[in-house]
């Protein structure tokens, strides 16, 4: 993203594909402690049974926002509501804006929100590295 100078399409397109990226690669790692919850319930095989079922059936089917969201939950367990709210919201308009120009749609490059990106970007980084390192 860094190295995309002037190029304020790239540069943003860029930021949100390694976004992406780093919210699938941390849903692979999270997903279990997202889920572990639901393990607390009595009837432990049961549970175990139904866990799997919907891991069977949902791992292809998770839209990256539901990715987000259980990323989010994991990696900032102390954040507010607040918090969350505004990160979960910044993530939304920015898949909308990449869709909106994935799709055709006319954009003004110089409207592009490439500090957001960045912003989210960095943040979800630097809590990943922290939990690798934990």
């Known amino acids: 993203m860094a190295v995309q ?6 540069t943003f397109l860029s930021g949100w594909a390694a976004l992406e990226i780093l919210i ?3 849903f692979k790692r999270y997903e279990q402690e997202f889920l572990s919850p639901f393990t607390q319930i009595g009837q432990e095989s049961m549970r175990e049974r139904f866990l ?5 059936v949902m791992k292809d089917k998770y839209r990256l926002s539901d990715k987000f969201v259980a990323v989010s939950a ?10 969350f709210q505004r990160d979960y919201q910044t993530f939304r308009d920015l898949k909308e804006r990449r869709d909106s120009i994935s799709h055709g749609d006319p954009f003004e490059e110089n409207s592009l929100p490439i500090q957001q990106v960045d912003a989210l970007l960095r943040k979800y980084c630097l809590a990943y590295i922290a939990t690798q390192s934990t």
């Not at 100078?5 to 790239?10: M, S, V």
Request: hydrophobic share 40%; net charge positive.
């Open 5 to 10: 100078g002037a190029d304020q399409l790239k």
């Open 24 to 26: 699938a690669k941390a």
């Open 52 to 56: 799997a079922r919907i891991k069977d």
């Open 74 to 83: 994991v990696l900032f367990r102390d954040a507010s509501r607040e918090d």
